[in-house]
């Protein structure tokens, strides 16, 4: 398998623009063509809109459960970016590879890809599975309708390598963002008169003041060193309110998110919220009966912890040459895979360090790293 092959592929890759707001059909249609020339045939499974589309494809034997090749098509914007090439034309300087997605994570994408020759002339015993996404980096929305057609449509891989950016090692457990929108209504009032009015900011306070608290013992435990940082991070995001400097405010809205540790239950974190919640709403409503309190969970990616007596770990580590598996604080679909039962591990090429920033880069060698990756996995498959 070449690697110079999946830079060629990489260069096509990133000259689409697949930022999240934007449709990713074209790279859809793409991908589906470069599968089509290589007598590969695949499936989509769209957005409600239309706009949007996951693709799913089989190389070896149907009706098997095999190994799940998975990666996202979607970019992170380079809005406000000061960028020193074009984000959208792969440019290689000093054996790096510069591009918006190259590391985020279009580089496995394309070794995927650039596989699928070689994948298709060899006997495998286990299929492969190419799990391709969109909307990843809005919540990993895109692969859930997927995931949906297991046991249905699709046959429910053996096991998934999801292609995130890990240096080519193998990461086993990642936390869990969970996000909410807290909308607070009052009474105006004439600042002069206060007392008649209810300030919605003043009592978003006493709920950003437990928020404080929370986020204090959420630090205590869980604790695992192999996260950094060890703990559950909580922390207010946005916020929003007042109308002028003389109206006593009757609205305001914040938001807040949890990264959670493997065994962090995010539902127990909102219990705890919406409690206090309650209490304050019920001081609010002794002057303003119509006072509110809207509590909204926009988005959870469960946290991962890879199943420590699968098959996978052993092979992962195998595959990769190593000996040890590594812990992230960000989120991949790993732990989508794993919740639908099937046992997932996380190895891509290129350094998350790079990911979604100005002249974010993949290291030539890192796809090299991949493709080696990627040959040893098909020879285990022949066996």
Same mark, same amino acid.
């Given at each position: 398998?070449?690697?110079?092959?999946?830079?060629?592929?990489?260069?096509?890759?990133?000259?689409?623009?697949?930022?999240?707001?934007?449709?990713?059909?074209?790279?859809?249609?793409?991908?589906?063509?470069?599968?089509?020339?290589?007598?590969?045939?695949?499936?989509?499974?769209?957005?409600?809109?239309?706009?949007?589309?996951?693709?799913?494809?089989?190389?070896?034997?149907?009706?098997?459960?095999?190994?799940?090749?998975?990666?996202?098509?979607?970019?992170?914007?380079?809005?406000?970016?000061?960028?020193?090439?074009?984000?959208?034309?792969?440019?290689?300087?000093?054996?790096?590879?510069?591009?918006?997605?190259?590391?985020?994570?279009?580089?496995?994408?394309?070794?995927?890809?650039?596989?699928?020759?070689?994948?298709?002339?060899?006997?495998?015993?286990?299929?492969?599975?190419?799990?391709?996404?969109?909307? #990843?980096?809005? *919540?990993?929305? !895109? &692969?859930? =309708?997927?995931?949906? $057609?297991?046991?249905? %449509?699709?046959?429910?891989?053996?096991?998934?390598?999801?292609?995130?950016?890990?240096?080519?090692?193998?990461?086993?457990?990642?936390?869990?963002?969970?996000?909410?929108?807290?909308?607070?209504?009052?009474?105006?009032?004439?600042?002069?008169?206060?007392?008649?009015?209810?300030?919605?900011?003043?009592?978003?306070?006493?709920?950003?003041?437990?928020?404080?608290?929370?986020?204090?013992?959420?630090?205590?435990?869980?604790?695992?060193?192999?996260?950094?940082?060890?703990?559950?991070?909580?922390?207010?995001?946005?916020?929003?309110?007042?109308?002028?400097?003389?109206?006593?405010?009757?609205?305001?809205?914040?938001?807040? #998110?949890?990264? *959670?540790?493997? !065994? &962090?239950? =995010?539902?127990?974190? $909102?219990?705890?919220? %919406?409690?206090?919640?309650?209490?304050?709403?019920?001081?609010?409503?002794?002057?303003?009966?119509?006072?509110?309190?809207?509590?909204?969970?926009?988005?959870?990616?469960?946290?991962?912890?890879?199943?420590?007596?699968?098959?996978?770990?052993?092979?992962?580590?195998?595959?990769?040459?190593?000996?040890?598996?590594?812990?992230?604080?960000?989120?991949?679909?790993?732990?989508?895979?794993?919740?639908?039962?099937?046992?997932?591990?996380?190895?891509?090429?290129?350094?998350?360090?790079?990911?979604?920033?100005?002249?974010?880069?993949?290291?030539?060698?890192?796809?090299?790293?991949?493709?080696?990756?990627?040959?040893?996995?098909?020879?285990?498959?022949?066996?």
């Amino acid at each position: 398998m070449s690697a110079q092959t999946a830079i060629e592929i990489l260069d096509n890759l990133v000259s689409f623009d697949t930022t999240s707001r934007i449709s990713n059909l074209p790279i859809i249609d793409y991908i589906e063509d470069f599968l089509r020339q290589h007598g590969v045939e695949s499936h989509r499974v769209p957005d409600d809109t239309g706009g949007y589309a996951s693709l799913h494809a089989t190389i070896g034997p149907e009706g098997v459960a095999g190994v799940g090749l998975s990666g996202h098509t979607d970019v992170v914007p380079v809005d406000g970016q000061d960028w020193d090439t074009d984000p959208f034309t792969l440019t290689e300087k000093d054996g790096k590879l510069y591009g918006r997605g190259a590391c985020d994570m279009k580089g496995y994408l394309a070794c995927v890809m650039a596989a699928v020759p070689d994948l298709k002339k060899r006997d495998l015993k286990v299929p492969m599975h190419i799990l391709f996404s969109y909307d #990843e980096e809005v *919540g990993c929305t !895109g &692969v859930r =309708p997927m995931i949906d $057609e297991f046991g249905d %449509r699709f046959v429910k891989p053996r096991m998934v390598f999801v292609g995130e950016p890990t240096n080519m090692t193998v990461v086993d457990a990642h936390k869990g963002p969970v996000r909410w929108g807290v909308t607070l209504t009052g009474r105006p009032a004439h600042s002069s008169m206060a007392p008649l009015g209810v300030n919605a900011i003043s009592y978003a306070a006493e709920l950003l003041a437990e928020l404080r608290v929370m986020e204090e013992e959420l630090k205590k435990a869980p604790y695992d060193e192999r996260f950094d940082p060890p703990y559950t991070t909580l922390q207010v995001t946005e916020i929003n309110g007042g109308a002028a400097s003389n109206i006593v405010p009757a609205e305001t809205w914040f938001g807040w #998110e949890i990264r *959670g540790m493997p !065994g &962090v239950d =995010p539902d127990e974190v $909102e219990a705890r919220f %919406r409690k206090k919640a309650e209490e304050v709403l019920a001081v609010m409503r002794e002057t303003a009966p119509e006072a509110d309190i809207e509590i909204k969970r926009w988005n959870h990616v469960p946290s991962f912890a890879a199943d420590p007596e699968s098959e996978l770990l052993p092979l992962a580590l195998r595959l990769a040459e190593q000996n040890e598996t590594y812990a992230v604080s960000y989120a991949t679909e790993a732990s989508l895979f794993h919740a639908a039962g099937a046992s997932s591990i996380i190895c891509g090429p290129g350094d998350i360090a790079q990911a979604h920033t100005p002249n974010e880069w993949i290291d030539k060698r890192e796809l090299d790293k991949c493709m080696a990756f990627l040959g040893r996995l098909a020879d285990w498959a022949e066996q």
